[in-house]
């Protein structure tokens, strides 16, 4: 387990950008690989982006990418999301989790690897 704490979030206007944060803890987090979630009102969660253990690969969906850019910076065990362009479809509660393998190999990362979620964030992206 990984604890994670995000922050970050709030209210921006369409075409704006915000950058979260996932602060972790312990001396486990440059082992694993990472991911990005979000959930928005009435939908189901969705996999918005991955990075590997050492930051050398990323995946996005195809609704965040060219958008999203997604780094982390192991000295200070965090994690972090830049969202530029940002639509109002980009509004929902957006999670951080930690892939239970560490230096796992298959990519990107099977949804049900990851655990060790965060507490959540708001984004609110007004139109």
């Known amino acids: 387990q990984v604890p994670l704490v995000e922050s970050g979030g709030g209210l921006v206007q369409a075409g704006g950008s915000l950058r979260l944060s996932c602060a972790a803890s312990?001396?486990?987090?440059?082992?694993?690989?990472m991911g990005w979630f979000r959930q928005a009102p009435g939908k189901e969660r969705e996999f918005v982006a991955a990075?590997?253990?050492?930051?050398?690969?990323?995946w996005y969906a195809d609704s965040v990418k060219g958008r999203f850019t997604m780094s982390r910076d192991n000295a200070k065990n965090t994690l972090y999301l830049q969202m530029n362009s940002l639509k109002p479809e980009d509004t929902a509660v957006y999670y951080c989790?930690?892939?239970?393998?560490?230096?796992?190999?298959?990519?990107?990362?099977?949804?049900?690897?990851?655990?060790?979620w965060g507490q959540g964030n708001q984004v609110t992206v007004s139109s």
């Open positions: 990075i590997s253990w050492n930051g050398g690969r990323t």
């Open positions: 312990g001396r486990t987090f440059s082992s694993h690989a």
């Open positions: 989790a930690a892939d239970t393998l560490p230096y796992g190999s298959t990519w990107p990362p099977a949804v049900q690897r990851f655990a060790s």
